[in-house]
Structures are given as structure tokens and as C-alpha cells.
């Protein structure tokens, strides 16, 4: 399967590096669009408050 096969069937995984005021709503809306979503950022707290379930 083809990287863009992958795409197109959502088998696709993808990261985002940096989890601001851009990369956060964008990770969002790829896990909304159905695909597996990995973030990365080099902030401890915020990645804390993540994976609280909560936003900042």
C-alpha cells in the first residue's frame, strides 16, 4: 500500500510537532477526520494538562 492509499483509507498515522495555537486545533481535526494522531511538544505542563483532558 502507497502512502497516498494510506491517505485516502485513513490507515494513515500522523504526528505534530508542537502543540501551540496551531498545532493543538490541527492534531484535533485529524483525530476528528479519523486519523491516528500522535503529539509532540517540549512543554511538560502543557502535555500534562493533555493528557488531563484538559486544554489551554
Known amino acids: 500500500m ?4 494510506k491517505i485516502l483509507t485513513k490507515q494513515a498515522k500522523t504526528a505534530v510537532v508542537g ?10 481535526e485529524l483525530g ?3 486519523y491516528r494522531v500522535i503529539g509532540v511538544d517540549i512543554d511538560p ?3 500534562e494538562e ?3 483532558g484538559h486544554s489551554y
Open 32 to 34: 476528528k477526520a479519523g
Open 2 to 5: 502507497d502512502l497516498k492509499e
Open 19 to 28: 502543540l501551540g495555537y496551531v498545532g493543538l486545533p490541527l492534531a484535533v
Open 50 to 52: 493533555l493528557k488531563g
Open 45 to 47: 505542563e502543557k502535555i
